[in-house]
Nanobody, 122 residues
Framework: QVQLVESGGGLVQAGGSLRLSCAAS????????MGWFRQAPEKEREFAAA????????YYADSVKGRFTISRDNAKNTVYLQMNSLKPEDTAVYYC???????????????WGQGTQVTVSS
């Protein structure tokens, strides 16, 4: 089993920045992808960003491309999401994910964190 613990959420004004972190523990192994999903109030959960084990491949939803940057530190089993130029529509619970079940980076992960709230005020 793998445990994922997110941190770094909070309240920020539009145009501001936040950095989310997610630490993986347990039987993580190696070679696994990590990523972030988000769920806004009364909306379905959606893909935000993902990164390969080496960090050479990164994937973003169109809605965050150019504003969010995903990175990872494998020595710390940690993935980060740097969020800049935040908008009110970025308000959501952000979930960390790891270990793909298929070849897609955009869906179907085995492990999910509890989520961290990000609120962007206008």
């Amino acid at each position: 089993q793998v445990q994922l613990v997110e941190s770094g959420g909070g309240l920020v004004q539009a145009g501001g920045s936040l950095r989310l972190s997610c630490a993986a523990s347990g039987r993580t192994g190696s070679g696994y992808a990590m990523g972030w999903f988000r769920q806004a109030p009364e909306k379905e959960r959606e893909f935000a960003a993902a990164i390969s084990w080496s960090g050479a491949s990164r994937y973003y939803a169109d809605s965050v491309k150019g504003r969010f940057t995903i990175s990872r530190d494998n020595a710390k089993n940690t993935v980060y999401l740097q969020m800049n130029s935040l908008k009110p529509e970025d308000t959501a619970v952000y979930y960390c994910v790891s270990h793909r079940k298929s070849d897609s980076y955009y869906s179907n992960y085995s492990y999910w964190g509890q989520g961290t709230q990000v609120t962007v005020s206008s």
